[in-house]
């Protein structure tokens, strides 16, 4: 519990000591954030290095032979997962199981259960709106994916006060990050910038992380405006952490979008029964 008598600067001090307690990704996530990035990866390179952790190669084979994923026949080794599952569509897999693990002690609490879902949306959102920029698809899912991991440590290392902090926020119609401030002393995108550096993440990802909130920019063809844009379409679908983070409607969404573009995404409802229905997958196909 933090006490509000403590200095900003203090605060800071005291989160950052306890977010650098959690436990990290696993290195193997780490290193494969890098590896799939790199020209002429070897399937079986891959394999090595998954299979050399083996709680992380346990995960790959189950997820793989999961019918929720849609496989054809027993798949009984890390690289005819690798194979059959393809590099890209296995990292974000990983990437997943991986930020679930990480938080499954807390995930019964209604905040976080909430915040995991929005990750979630967020990174099936950003997926689809990647081809509209012509970017691969499941860099742009991983990055949605772990765009507020900030907030998510947040709440693994203080569950009760950031809890709290939200409710705050949703009372009052606030910024939540000028809550966040006050509380601790920095707000999540900055925990998340931070915590994304201290486990060696991508820089890419660390900027992604500290960006997410600035305003998307229409003219920008990248990863980082691809999270921005698919953070608020996520709110504004419905999976919004608190409504007064819901910044932008569909509507003014979709004028940031090369014209007609946003039809082939189908009407609100639609696409939101879409998202919902794989947000449940997932969750499916990540039950031990």
Request: with cysteine.
């Amino acid at each position: 519990m933090l006490t509000s008598a403590e200095a900003p600067a203090q605060k800071k001090t005291v989160v950052l000591k306890r977010l650098r307690q959690l436990q990290p990704f696993p290195p193997v996530v780490v290193e494969l954030l890098y590896r799939v990035g790199e020209d002429e990866v070897r399937f079986k390179e891959i394999s090595e290095l998954i299979r050399s952790d083996a709680a992380v190669a346990a995960e790959v084979l189950r997820m793989a032979n999961s019918p929720l994923l849609g496989a054809w026949g027993q798949i009984d080794s890390v690289l005819h997962a690798v194979v059959v599952l393809g590099l890209e569509r296995l990292k974000g897999l990983i990437v997943t199981a991986a930020l679930r693990n990480y938080l499954s002690p807390a995930l019964e609490a209604p905040a976080l259960l909430r915040c995991w879902r929005h990750n979630l949306a967020c990174g099936i959102l950003c997926e689809a709106l990647a081809g509209t920029y012509f970017l691969p698809k499941d860099p742009c899912y991983t990055a949605g994916l772990l765009h507020d991991m900030g907030r998510l440590a947040l709440l693994a290392a203080y569950p009760s006060d950031y809890a709290g902090t939200l409710d705050l926020a949703e009372r009052y119609q606030a910024d939540v990050r000028q809550w966040e401030r006050g509380v601790f002393g920095l707000d999540h995108c900055e925990a998340g910038e931070w915590l994304a550096r201290e486990w060696g993440l991508p820089e890419e990802f660390v900027a992604i992380i500290g960006l997410h909130h600035e305003a998307p920019e229409p003219d920008e063809i990248d990863k980082g405006n691809v999270v921005r844009l698919g953070c608020r379409a996520a709110d504004a679908l419905g999976f919004a952490i608190t409504t007064a983070e819901t910044q932008a409607s569909l509507q003014d969404i979709r004028a940031t979008l090369p014209g007609g573009i946003w039809r082939r995404f189908g009407s609100e409802a639609e696409l939101g029964i879409n998202v919902a229905g794989r947000i449940n997958a997932l969750e499916c196909s990540l039950i031990r």
